[in-house]
């Protein structure tokens, strides 16, 4: 399996610069939302700067966590939602302000040696926010939402994923009430690390299904600082 993102091999995801019908629609209905009194300005305002500065931590906690803990890691398969609460986050009162939050059900996907699981939302966006902060860009494109329930596999080789056939890929159809969250599988060469250096090649994009975690390369450092980190924490 190649586990590179050769952009010449294809072309690149798109994205645009122009207002989606879906976010044209969500700014109408925000704005009769808050002309109804649903919520305010300031409660909208308020969960936005949330989301934005959520980032993909908890996720990358969960997944580290779950691998080093068999326990954690059947609780979380078996309740998200009611599990995450062990690490922090709390799906029904997000930004522990009071904000009031659409989300019911959390479902964690365990990737296996047969089994590949990937997310996406064929309607809009719906994303789990909570442990992976704001979606991509390209999370939100039609190019993407659309073409991945029907050709996964292509998909999923245009960001240097490669199954073969007798590797069953999975794709979960994120809605209002439910959000879905990969873990992926521990990979080889993390033997005797600590829950903070497994956290950190957990990205955003291994926790979505459209890459797998390197132990040369987190979202933070590139690749010669991992492995010279590694090599410290090894020696001590």
């Known amino acids: 399996m190649s586990q590179t993102h050769d952009h010449g091999a294809h072309a690149p995801i798109q994205t645009s610069a122009e207002l989606s019908e879906f976010e044209v629609l969500e ?14 300005q300031e409660d909208h305002r308020r969960f936005s700067e949330w989301a934005e500065s959520v980032g993909p931590h908890g996720g990358s906690k969960l997944v580290a966590k779950a691998w080093m803990d068999p ?13 995450c609460k062990e690490v922090g986050i709390d799906w029904r009162d997000p930004t522990g302000s ?18 590949h699981n990937v997310i996406v939302c064929t309607l809009c966006s719906c994303y789990p926010r909570p442990v992976l902060g704001m979606s991509p860009d390209w999370y939100r494109t039609p190019n993407y939402r659309r073409r991945l329930v029907r050709w ?7 960001f240097g994923l490669h199954f073969p ?3 069953e890929v999975r794709v979960h159809d994120s809605n209002q009430k439910s959000r879905f969250m990969v873990m992926p599988m521990r990979p080889e060469g993390t033997e005797g690390w600590t829950e903070e250096q497994l956290a950190a090649i957990v990205t955003r994009d291994t926790m979505i299904g459209v890459a797998l975690p390197q132990v040369d390369w987190t979202a933070q450092a590139p690749p010669n600082q991992v492995q010279a980190a ?7």
């Open 27 to 40: 700014t109408a209905i925000r704005e009769l939302a808050i002309e109804k009194g649903l919520f305010s």
């Open 71 to 83: 326990d954690f890691k059947a609780r979380l398969l078996a309740d998200g939602t009611e599990t």
């Open 98 to 115: 009071g904000t009031p939050s659409d989300y019911t059900y959390f479902y964690v996907l365990e990737n296996t040696p047969e089994v």
């Open 152 to 158: 996964p596999r292509a998909v999923l080789a245009e």
């Open 165 to 167: 056939a007798d590797v």
């Open 230 to 236: 590694t090599s410290r924490d090894g020696q001590r």
